[in-house]
């Protein structure tokens, strides 16, 4: 584990109209670790991992990448970063074959896929995609066929593995083995370690502890909108993540 924060958020608060979902709430996430923030259903993780890829404007507080303040006014300028987000749903094109969901990216999606891969040499792109695919360990039973015809692990191993190619700095990944049997889910946690292990700063979320447990380098607990725990993962105990994710907040945790 290293010690340098990559990425730094501050007392992030975030209204929705007379609904405060983040209430100053704190976050760290660091180079080559995989984060996990927890917290229960309505405790403001997604809102916080929209805040800090773009997708929402928080209300105030302040973010640090790499010790410097950003402004993240919209995905498109997160991800220019070198900030990315893997969402449960996949954000890839179902019709086409893994290598072309490896490389297109929304934006270039939004602006017509046909106009874009008309421009790309696709056996060079195959033979880049065969290359990523190995190095982080995705295992596709083809890679002829349209993603939506692979299975949902397959899938998620895609979306994972794409965020390397998209991402230099952070991938946020919200609940990215959901829905996954136990064999599917654990080629998924592989990839993200993988994911990792190229310096990325991952922050995953998730539900599941003993995934969070085994995958994780450190673990931030939000509550009510505010982070009430820190945890350093090889020291945990499932106990004790529930114990900071339930109950009423104390005074310094309403202060933290
Ligand atoms: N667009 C919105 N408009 C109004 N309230 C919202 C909006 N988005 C989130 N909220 C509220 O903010 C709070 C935090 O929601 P959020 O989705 O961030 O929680 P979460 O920790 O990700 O929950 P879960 O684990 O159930 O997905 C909730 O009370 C939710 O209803």
């Known amino acids: 584990m290293t010690d340098s924060v990559l990425l730094d958020a501050r007392n992030i608060v975030k209204r929705y109209g007379s609904v405060e979902a983040l209430r100053g709430a704190s976050f760290q996430a660091r180079a080559g670790e995989v984060t996990a923030l927890i917290g229960d259903n309505g405790a403001g993780k997604s809102t916080l991992i929209k805040c800090l890829s773009g997708a929402e404007q928080p209300t105030s507080g302040q973010i640090l990448l790499d010790g410097e303040e950003v402004r993240l006014d919209s995905p498109t300028t997160a991800r220019r ?123 995953l979320i998730s539900h599941n502890m003993p995934e969070v447990l085994s995958v994780s380098d450190r673990i931030e607990v939000l509550r009510l909108g505010v982070r009430v725990a820190r945890f350093q993962s090889p020291d945990t105990r499932l106990e004790d993540l529930v114990g900071a994710m339930t109950g009423a907040l104390t005074q310094d945790e309403e202060a933290a």
């Open 81 to 203: 970063l070198g900030i990315e987000t893997v969402y449960q749903d996949l954000a890839v094109a179902p019709e086409l074959d893994p290598a072309a969901n490896l490389f297109l990216g929304r934006e270039i999606r939004r602006r017509g896929i046909l106009g874009r891969l008309g421009m790309l040499d696709k056996a060079e792109m195959r033979r880049k995609a065969v290359e990523e695919f190995k190095r982080l360990g995705v295992t596709l039973q083809s890679t002829d066929v349209p993603i939506g015809a692979l299975s949902g692990g397959q899938r998620q191993s895609v979306a994972v593995a794409r965020s390397v190619v998209w991402a230099s700095k952070v991938v946020f990944m919200d609940e990215p083995t959901a829905a996954l049997g136990v064999v599917q889910r654990e080629r998924v946690l592989d990839v993200v370690r993988r994911v990792r292990d190229q310096g990325i700063a991952v922050v």
